[in-house]
């Protein structure tokens, strides 16, 4: 769907946060990336070779990435000259912004001129009707977090990665931009008319074997307040047998909302576990995932030990510690 290697561009992005699909792309698929293309005042570093569209090029780059994720989803107006240049010089670009490439008259033309493809990874590629919620064979896992933005992603590809290790059958089931540009397929479920959101979801975890895992991406937060209901659309539609809560220490309020602070483990364990079991009365919480990438090594463990024993369930960094703890949890599911 994508040519690669990627030449992934960061702009302008205010925070590493802010460069999180890049990031994502850099974690799980390095082979693919050729460098970054950074922007004055961009405060964003994937310690990638900083490259020029021609220096990226003659290192064999096919597609510019457009690896900011900006709130609203905006091609901002700073990017379009590095934009129109990557095309003219022989890029396609790709981006996961909720405003379009396609929509965008300039790089239509410019991509006309050259020859090169505008790929929109926040359309859905196909339609999806209404949730029936209908019980469906195989197993299914869903992470949730406190907030956005804090490892969701990165739990799912994790355990997807520790299950095969242990030759179970498991299947990544992307539902954001940065999933769908490392795996090449999943659905955008923020671009989902709200009323098929859950019937996209049953769309992309549909009866499989009775060992065989899905492993569905999360989004949003059931207490983060603009984007809510996306994360129901997941419960309710993935109709999960197991949930993993997602959290970042010391995160000081709701990304993007500094007057709401982020909730406790335990408010989105009760909240989401009696919203699952509307839809799957057998589901668990099975487990606590720690984004611990700010802190040192002994200040993680020890928080991971808190949190397990506040919690008495297992808790750890899937991407620092490994997963199989995780894994394991699942095995009586």
């Known amino acids: 769907?994508?040519?690669?290697?990627?030449?992934?561009?960061?702009?302008?992005?205010?925070?590493?946060?802010?460069?999180?699909?890049?990031?994502?792309?850099?974690?799980?698929?390095?082979?693919?990336?050729?460098?970054?293309?950074?922007?004055?005042?961009?405060?964003?570093?994937?310690?990638?070779?900083?490259?020029?569209?021609?220096?990226?090029?003659a290192k064999g780059a096919k597609t510019l990435v457009?690896?900011?994720?900006?709130?609203?989803?905006?091609?901002?107006?700073?990017?379009?000259?590095?934009?129109?240049?990557?095309?003219?010089?022989?890029?396609?670009?790709?981006?996961?912004l909720h405003n379009l490439?396609?929509?965008?008259?300039?790089?239509?033309?410019?991509?006309?001129?050259?020859?090169?493809?505008?790929?929109?990874?926040?359309?859905?590629?196909?339609?999806s009707g209404i949730a029936n919620g209908k019980k469906r064979s195989g197993k299914r896992v869903l992470a949730l977090g406190t907030d956005c933005s804090v490892g969701k992603m990165y739990t799912s590809l994790c355990l997807e990665k520790a299950m095969r290790v242990k030759g179970m059958k498991a299947t990544f089931r992307a539902t954001g931009q940065t999933g769908i540009l490392i795996t090449g397929n999943g659905v955008p479920l923020d671009a989902v008319v709200a009323d098929f959101m859950a019937g996209a979801i049953e769309d992309i975890t549909p009866d499989n074997a009775e060992n065989h895992w899905d492993i569905i991406e999360g989004q949003g937060s059931l207490f983060h307040i603009s984007y809510s209901g996306v994360t129901l659309a997941l419960i309710h539609g993935g109709q999960p047998d197991a949930l993993i809560l997602c959290?970042?220490?010391?995160?000081?309020?709701?990304?993007?909302?500094?007057?709401?602070?982020?909730?406790?483990?335990?408010?989105?364990?009760?909240s989401a576990l009696q919203l699952a079991q509307i839809a799957n009365p057998a589901c668990k919480v099975v487990g606590i995932s720690l984004n611990t990438s700010a802190l040192s090594p002994d200040r993680a463990a020890a928080i991971c030990q808190q949190t397990e024993d506040r919690l008495g369930l297992p808790t750890l960094d899937p991407f620092r510690h490994g997963a199989e703890r995780l894994v394991d949890a699942l095995a009586d599911i």
Request: glycine share 8%; aromatic share 6%.
């Open 66 to 96: 457009i690896g900011v994720a900006n709130r609203g989803g905006s091609i901002s107006p700073d990017w379009m000259p590095t934009l129109m240049s990557a095309l003219e010089a022989g890029l396609d670009l790709a981006s996961g």
């Open 101 to 127: 490439l396609r929509d965008n008259t300039d790089l239509v033309r410019q991509a006309e001129k050259y020859g090169r493809r505008l790929h929109d990874v926040r359309v859905p590629s196909q339609t």
């Open 247 to 270: 959290d970042e220490p010391g995160r000081p309020h709701m990304r993007g909302l500094p007057d709401y602070s982020l909730p406790s483990l335990e408010a989105v364990r009760d």
């Open 1 to 57: 769907m994508f040519q690669t290697p990627y030449l992934l561009f960061l702009g302008d992005a205010p925070d590493p946060l802010a460069a999180k699909v890049a990031q994502g792309i850099k974690d799980w698929r390095p082979e693919h990336c050729a460098g970054q293309l950074r922007l004055d005042g961009c405060k964003a570093n994937l310690h990638l070779p900083d490259q020029s569209l021609e220096e990226a090029i």
